[in-house]
């Protein structure tokens, strides 16, 4: 479902692929090539969440904000695995967040790094660029090597590529761009903020 919050409108680049069974809701800007998949929810609610280019937000994941204090920012080619939780947080190009891992509010997470599946990073860490972390509460382990930074790099150009397979492989199961003008162009305001 794309949908507003009040007056705020998804802002989705026409390049970009959003399955139907996703939540794009609110003050919501996702770049070209990116991919929201099935089951995830992107809920720009309270605060705004910006994604850049070539990212993907994989199955069930949730991207949400903090009232007035933590927007959610995501860079470009940033991999977000299956169940992981990204809240109020900012987070720079080429990163991979594992799956079922959980980043709360306040939390900045540097280029190039990675953040294991099932980690949790408390509310205000700042991580690195660079570095692979882990743990509950997650704690840097080690520095990334160049190969896994070129792996990053293939992941988020690999989910650009499998999202692309199914603008022509299974067509009722995403939002085309004619389809997401349409449903974005539908939503109208009466004058008290709410939709006709």
Same mark, same amino acid.
């Given at each position: ?13 026409? #390049?970009?692929? =959003? /399955?139907? %069974?996703?939540?794009?809701?609110? $003050?919501?800007? +996702?770049?070209? #090539? ?28 949730? =991207?949400?904000? %903090? ?22 947080? +900012? =987070?720079?190009?080429?990163?991979? +967040? ?22 949790? *990073? *408390?509310?205000? %860490? #700042? ?15 080690? !520095?990334?090597?160049?190969? !896994? ?17 199914? *603008?022509?492989?299974?067509? $009722?199961? +995403?939002?085309?761009? %004619? ?9 109208? /305001? ?7």
């Amino acid at each position: 479902m794309i949908t507003n919050y009040l007056e705020k409108i998804p802002n989705i680049d026409p #390049e970009a692929v =959003i /399955f139907k %069974t996703a939540d794009v809701i609110g $003050d919501v800007t +996702i770049g070209a #090539e990116s991919g929201i998949w099935f089951g995830a929810v992107v809920r720009g609610d309270v605060n705004s969440i910006k994604i850049g280019k070539r990212t993907n937000i994989q199955d069930n994941a949730t =991207i949400h904000v %903090t009232t007035a204090l933590y927007p959610t920012v995501i860079g470009d080619d940033v991999t977000v695995g299956h169940n992981a939780v990204i809240h109020g947080s +900012i =987070i720079a190009e080429n990163v991979l +967040i594992g799956m079922g891992a959980v980043v709360l509010d306040g939390c900045k997470i540097g280029k190039n790094s990675i953040i294991a599946a099932n980690s949790v *990073l *408390l509310g205000g %860490t #700042e991580i690195p660029e660079g570095v692979l972390v882990a743990g509950n509460p997650a704690k840097i382990k080690r !520095e990334v090597s160049a190969e !896994e930074i070129e792996g990053l790099k293939k992941s988020a150009q690999n989910y650009a590529r499998y999202a692309r397979n199914y *603008l022509t492989s299974s067509k $009722d199961s +995403i939002y085309s761009a %004619t389809d997401m003008k349409w449903v974005i162009e539908s939503l109208t /305001f009466d004058k008290s903020g709410g939709v006709k």
